[in-house]
């Protein structure tokens, strides 16, 4: 039978998420910068229309409706990368927990 400390354990714990969500937020953060950004500008065209008068009532409501869908598809967009980060989260902490339970147990790990 092998040993594993308990410090051991949760180095290896701390070292499985961070590998995962180092990765994964840094792609969420430039995504969401860039969807932001995109979203700024199409409200800053809509405005300075609105105001120069080349956008009129009817196209208002026409290009505030196409921001309002943008703004929504960009926050189920983020859900989904956030269900998808939980999900790699949730597996690698358990291969790692399933590999310390198989080591303990002079078995050999594998994934039920």
């Not at 792609?27 to 405005?47: E, K, T, V």
């Not at 956008?55 to 409501?61: E, F, G, Q, T």
């Not at 309002?68 to 790699?88: H, P, W, Y």
């Amino acid at each position: 039978m092998n040993s594993i400390s308990r410090d051991e354990l949760l180095r290896a714990l701390r070292d499985a998420a961070r590998a995962v969500l180092d990765d994964d937020l840094a792609g969420l953060r430039g995504f969401a910068h860039a969807q932001l950004d995109a979203l700024a500008q199409q409200a800053l065209y809509i405005g300075a229309g609105v105001a120069d008068g080349s956008i009129d009532a009817p196209m208002r409501r026409y290009f505030l409706n196409a921001l309002r869908e943008m703004t929504r598809s960009f926050v189920n967009t983020l859900l989904g990368l956030a269900e998808i980060i939980v999900e790699r989260l949730y597996n690698a902490l358990l291969d790692v927990l399933w590999r310390a339970v198989g080591v303990m147990a002079g078995i050999p790990w594998r994934r039920l």
